[in-house]
């Protein structure tokens, strides 16, 4: 069973890396999901609340998004003493071009809340990759 979480701020490759690691690892059986498709059905709060709820479906799985870090921290919340429903988690930190002042104050919040959770996944083995991914142009 392979269950990836990939976070981190606006624009650091979230979603072409979720593709190609879906690709390189040919899981047919799984899916791929993104928490930018709850923009507009959600609000913010909304949004890592469904895709906390996307944690607990089995394996193979990839989420990804901005949501990502925020929808761990609701299901452990939802879970207490629970290990952390995912194998690895992945955090891209360097944006591929300029960001909105609005993409710096959320790819700030991104970091703030993935500190936060990062001993909690740690303590319970899963491996969580910090990318420095080189930017790009």
């Known amino acids: 069973?392979?269950?990836?979480?990939?976070?981190?701020?606006?624009?650091?490759?979230?979603?072409?890396?979720?593709?190609?690691?879906?690709?390189?690892?040919?899981?047919?059986?799984?899916?791929?999901?993104?928490?930018?498709?709850?923009?507009?059905?959600?609000?913010?709060?909304?949004?890592?609340?469904?895709?906390?709820?996307?944690?607990?479906?089995?394996?193979?799985?990839?989420?990804e998004g901005v949501a990502v870090s925020r929808a761990l921290r609701k299901w452990r919340a939802r879970h207490p003493g629970e290990p952390p429903p995912v194998d690895e988690v992945i955090f891209l930190h360097t944006p591929h071009g300029e960001l909105t002042r609005g993409q710096l104050t959320m790819a700030k919040g991104v970091e703030s809340v993935h500190a936060e959770i990062e001993p909690w996944l740690r303590e319970h083995g899963v491996f969580t990759a910090h990318q420095y991914v080189a930017k790009l142009g």
């Open 1 to 63: 069973m392979t269950r990836i979480c990939i976070t981190g701020g606006p624009r650091t490759g979230k979603t072409t890396l979720a593709t190609d690691l879906w690709e390189e690892d040919d899981l047919p059986h799984g899916i791929v999901r993104h928490t930018d498709d709850l923009i507009g059905l959600h609000d913010w709060s909304g949004a890592s609340q469904v895709a906390s709820e996307w944690l607990d479906a089995p394996g193979p799985w990839i989420i």
